[in-house]
């Protein structure tokens, strides 16, 4: 067996493995330091583990994926992440952390403000559509009258869109407004009302996007204002859209394919568009709008008559504008459905009495365990709490060292699972020390049975400590919201724990039993021989071969 | 302290010993009781789900004292917004100075309503939680999908340490066994199950199966020397295991619910109705019947399905046989006994090993 050299060689210099223990969790804190004093002033400080929303109140808005096919893709899911990552930006909230979570959910958290109100904003399934362009080139409007706007907007939406046909849509841009049914008349100018009071911005755009309605937005980029049609072509017509290097051209292009009615629709479209792009006169009237969440994503010209549904986009793009537009026309912007599972608004005071509550059921955790440690092994009880403390110093080390380099936040039930792992660890000194015990109670004398006594209790505690860790890291691979938060803590303790116990307990215990205190079995140690049971000799000594014991439980 | 010091050294010695594995009938009739218990509990009353199974919006108003005017004053605040889906809101006090107020489902903007006439109602602060109804379902079917891959997983992992099915079996229905118990006691309290419960439960896996793991890694000493030593039969070494480590149950138990129950009571006394409060309550009733699976049942179970084995059979037989002679016998037994004796140096065992280096190191110190 390997057990006894191991044990032999760990017994020779408990001394050097504690100190290269220390050095490691001094260099720990070192890092830490070292660390703090790199960040730029102004930082938040360090030292301060990040805390959670229900710690430092904020709001956390949680959205679900689902997808219409049923196949909700890691993929896919980074891609919402980014685009839900831009619009909760584009809202003007500064520190919002968007993260995926359990395989479909995306976590919107946004510390210290209450932004509950960006959740439809954020969530909703982008839609993209193409419209015409009824009037274009028009700028932003320098002032609003805004009762003109409500009552314009109201005459739109009272307006009956949806008797035109794709026909009359398309000659309302060829041949002006004016072309449509006379009904329409006061529509229209109720649109260029809206038009001339239109301001363009690309924060947060407040437009009402309806299918069936034409629309008054503009091109973010540009600041074009444009009056739109309603909409000629859904973007669930798009089939396929993927970036391309146009080699003749030598630029990036979008290639796009259009499916079922959309190849019908975009074929009439093209045609009637394509010959006014032949002169700059005219050119205007060859464009059509591709409309991505109310905000025009790029409004090209036709330039040919497409009669098999698939075409080219070009303008200026760069390789990475090229993909995300061709992934924004592939998807309807959001690649997946996503529905509000919770929006929670945390406020800042009572987040607080939750970290008290969190900080003082540890404290007291934490003493009611020192206190029972004390009274039934008494001066080993030491080693035990010397043991709790480094652990707890070296985690709260590691939560902030996570804090720092991959944005390890503690939340309420990660503090609860640093509590529930005060158990768990102390059970591996436990587990030791009884085991010492029982190597005494054998017959060894204090110093052997440290050495035998740890290379029993070691597989026990590592294969023990191994599912404690494969629970917590399935709990955290699987599990949604705060869950994964209480996961990580106690998978963190029951690594912390392994190396304490290993590199600290042990190597205190095998120097302990040199003291005569302990070694000699002093009353208070927790090894005298009332203590341990043992009669007619010291703790030092070696015993008599122990009588055949009697077992109970016969069958 | 120190009698249940000495307390465990007779536990080792075997000589006090409580029959865990003998009785085995008594202790599987008892969960049999309890279990038959939680199931008639999930059927006649089911579970209390919490908001976040419902869907719904909790509002907490931080107040100067929590008391029933608070409450009364807030329930009237939030049935004077005129929102017909915030009628009959439920509330509550959370802590001394918080007031819980449940609603069903509500959108954004009139959720901010209610927060407002909150505030207006003298509430200091207001937090709000808006819970989609699908929310806590998620989490549940999460949680089920984790659990199934970690039973999986555990299964292999004991088997291939223990190198014993059996054992994952034992342990298995041990967890089982805790989870259901858990989830029994939620039905018959109707305490509130939440996302919180789940994550506790969750960790019951963990705790149940580590403590059945320490037990087992006895049993599996203790039982090394089987088939080669014929003084004590598979059974009989493995309540023998139980009782040793019984000291070590007793004393990690302690060590575990101590903080538990620390949580338990700072989170209902402190915060009220919230995550810590649930959580810490299913990990204090789990960890309670994890301590009691891993002795009563874990064990019992592992042995009495090893017990099965064909060469296990055999070799207790030999032992009873052996055994009854020696009782019918005096002299036999005298030289019996000594056979064993001189036999155990010569075993290839672990158990053998075990003994024999002490018996070296002490030969070498006499002679030194």
């Known amino acids: ?50 805390l959670g929303l229900d710690l430092q109140g904020g709001t956390r808005i949680t959205l679900a994926a689902s997808s219409s096919d049923g196949n909700v893709t890691s993929d896919k899911m980074s891609q919402a992440r980014d685009i839900i990552d831009q619009r909760v930006n584009a809202t003007g909230v500064a520190e919002a952390e968007v993260t995926t979570q359990g395989g479909n959910q995306v976590v919107i958290e946004i510390p210290g403000e209450k932004k509950g109100n960006i959740v439809d904003e954020v969530g909703r399934t982008a839609q993209m559509r193409f419209r015409m362009v009824w009037a274009g080139g028009l700028t932003s409007a320098a002032s609003v009258d805004p009762d003109a706007v409500a009552a314009a907007t109201r005459t739109v939406a009272d307006q009956d869109w949806s008797d035109l046909t794709i026909d009359q849509l398309i000659a309302a841009e060829t041949e002006g407004m004016a072309a449509l049914p006379a009904g329409y008349a006061k529509a229209v100018s109720a649109l260029q009302t809206i038009a001339t009071n239109f301001r363009c911005t690309d924060e947060g755009l407040e437009v009402k996007d309806v299918s069936d309605h034409p629309l008054v937005t503009c091109e973010p980029d540009t600041g074009e204002v444009m009056i739109l049609s309603p909409t000629v072509i859904e973007g669930s017509q798009i089939d396929s859209a993927t970036q ?64 098999n549904g698939e075409s080219v986009i070009s303008g200026n793009f760069t390789p990475t504008s090229a993909k995300a537009l061709a992934n924004q026309l592939r998807y309807g912007a959001l690649p997946l459905t996503f529905s509000v599972n919770g929006v929670s608004e945390e406020g800042p005071t009572l987040a607080g009495s939750q970290l008290d509550a969190g900080l003082i059921a540890g404290v007291v955790g934490l003493s009611l365990v020192v206190v029972y440690s004390l009274a039934y092994y008494r001066g080993l009880g030491i080693v035990i709490i010397g043991s709790l403390g480094v652990a707890g110093a070296v985690a709260y080390a590691m939560v902030l060292l996570l804090g720092a380099a991959l944005g390890f936040t503690l939340t309420l039930p990660g503090i609860a699972g640093l509590i529930v792992a005060i158990g768990i660890t102390a059970d591996s000194f436990i587990v030791f020390f009884e085991r010492i015990r029982d190597e005494v109670r054998d017959g060894k004398s204090l110093r052997l049975a440290v050495e035998a006594g740890w290379a029993r209790a070691r597989n026990t505690i590592l294969a023990a400590d191994a599912v404690s860790f494969l629970a917590a890291m399935i709990l955290y691979i699987f599990a949604i919201g705060v869950v994964r938060g209480f996961a990580f803590a106690l998978g963190l303790t029951t690594l912390i724990d392994i190396i304490v116990v290993f590199l600290f307990t042990k190597p205190l215990v095998s120097l302990f039993a040199r003291t005569t205190f302990f070694g000699q079995g002093h009353k208070w140690s927790g090894l005298d021989p009332a203590h341990l049971g043992i009669e007619g000799r010291k703790v030092d000594e070696i015993g008599p071969v122990r009588a055949p014991r009697t077992v109970g439980g016969q069958a | 302290m120190g009698r249940f010091s000495s307390f465990g050294h007779h536990l080792y010695e075997g000589r006090i010993s409580f029959d865990f594995v003998g009785r085995r009938k008594v202790w599987y009739g008892i969960s049999i009781a309890i279990l038959v218990l939680s199931s008639l509990a999930f059927a006649a009353r089911g579970f209390n789900m919490g908001i976040e199974f419902r869907g719904g919006v909790e509002f907490t108003a931080k107040v100067a004292t929590a008391d029933q005017t608070t409450i009364d004053d807030l329930t009237a605040a939030v049935e004077g917004a005129h929102i017909p889906e915030a009628g009959d809101p439920i509330a509550s006090t959370s802590g001394s100075d918080a007031v819980r107020v449940q609603t069903k489902p509500l959108t954004q903007d009139q959720a901010e309503t209610i927060q407002k006439a909150l505030t207006d109602a003298g509430a200091i602060e207001v937090s709000q939680n808006l819970i989609g109804p699908s929310w806590g379902e998620q989490v549940a079917k999460k949680a089920l999908t984790g659990l199934i891959v970690f039973v999986l997983i555990v299964v292999v992992f004991i088997w291939i340490y223990f190198r014993e099915w059996r054992m994952s079996v034992a342990a298995i229905v041990a967890l089982a066994h805790d989870l259901l118990i858990t989830a029994g006691v939620y039905a018959w309290s109707g305490f509130e199950v939440t996302p919180a419960t789940v994550t506790g439960l969750l960790t019951i896996l963990g705790y149940s199966l580590y403590d059945t793991v320490v037990v087992f890694d006895k049993v599996k000493e203790n039982t090394r020397a089987i088939p080669g030593s014929l003084t004590h039969t598979y059974a009989e070494e493995a309540n023998l295991a139980v009782n040793q480590t019984l000291v070590r149950s007793i004393n990690t138990a302690v060590t575990a619910l101590l903080p538990v129950v620390a949580l338990l009571i700072v989170g209902t006394v402190v915060l009220g109705t919230g995550p810590l409060k649930d959580l810490a309550l299913a990990l204090a009733v789990g960890m309670a019947a994890g301590t009691y699976s891993s002795i009563f049942i874990a064990t019992p179970l592992a042995s009495q399905l090893k017990e099965h084995d064909a060469s296990i059979r055999e070799h207790t037989r030999r032992v009873l046989t052996i055994r009854a002679k020696s009782a019918s016998n005096g002299s036999a037994s005298a030289e019996l006994a000594a056979a064993a004796a001189r036999r155990r140096p010569v075993l290839s065992t672990g158990s053998a090993k075990r003994r024999q280096p002490r018996r070296d190191s002490r030969s070498a110190r006499r002679g030194g």
Do not use: C, N
């Not at chain 1, 504690?18 to 790199?38: E, H, K, N, R, T």
């Not at chain 1, 792009?277 to 790029?298: C, H, N, W, Y």
């Open chain 1, 1 to 50: 067996m390997a057990a006894p050299r191991t044990s032999a060689g760990a017994k020779l210099r408990p001394g050097r493995t504690l100190g290269i223990f220390l050095v490691l969790v001094v260099a720990l804190y070192g890092l830490l330091v070292a660390l703090d004093a790199s960040r730029d002033t102004g930082a938040d400080s360090l030292w301060k583990p990040h």
């Open chain 1, 244 to 307: 391309a290097f146009d080699s003749q051209s030598s630029q990036w292009v979008v290639e796009i394919s259009m499916k079922g009615s959309g190849k019908d629709a975009f074929e009439r479209v093209t045609g009637a568009l394509s010959p006014f792009a032949t002169s700059a006169a005219t050119e205007m009237k060859s464009r059509f709008a591709i409309v991505l969440d109310g905000e025009v994503l790029s409004a090209p010209r036709s330039e040919a008559h497409i009669t």
